[in-house]
């Protein structure tokens, strides 16, 4: 049996759950409202303050649906609870992230600036000149931005140089030494 899938998740106080054909699920919270289809072949039922997911059969596919609708769900009810946020700094000499309007602007060493514009639903804001704080209700659409913005500059293994997230640690390598 799926240990995440069986499960149930708690809906706290101020959120409501809506389950709709085709197992179209509505969250709505304090911080805004995530809706997703899920696949149909899993049943989803509300059983007073709690939400159940259960699978037809053993089929391999049906078990590892299960896990996963379990917590695509757990996920949107933390999202409009608490939200995601994820961290990235800025490492690297003249390496820099400035914020105007909805418009995010990194100068990471190349010949322009890098300028990227905010998705729908995602707030970003920068700490001093190296903290770039990617913040939303939608786990993927911040995991997703995250990446989007690493992937202009991803660290190398030499000086460290480029965006990592906060909790990242870049294994470091030797340089080259010289002849003697």
Known sequence: ???????????????????????????????????????????????GEEIVVSRPNDLKKMKSLHGLTRTLIYN???????????????????????????????SLGYSHPVEMEDPEGIEVTVDGQNVIIVKGIDKEKVGQYAAEIREKRAPEPYKGKGIKYADEVIRRKVGKTGKK
Do not use: H, W
Not at 77 to 106: D, F, I, S, W
């Open 76 to 106: 949107m009810v933390v999202g409009v609870t608490e939200g995601y946020e994820k961290k990235l700094e800025v490492n690297g000499v003249g390496y820099r992230a400035q914020k105007q309007g909805k418009k995010l602007t990194l």
């Open 1 to 47: 049996m799926s240990r995440i899938g069986k499960m149930p998740i708690a809906v706290p106080a101020g959120v409501t759950v809506d389950i709709a054909e085709n197992n179209k699920v509505t969250v709505k919270g304090p911080k805004g409202t995530l809706e997703r289809v899920l696949p149909a072949e899993m049943t989803i039922q509300k059983e």
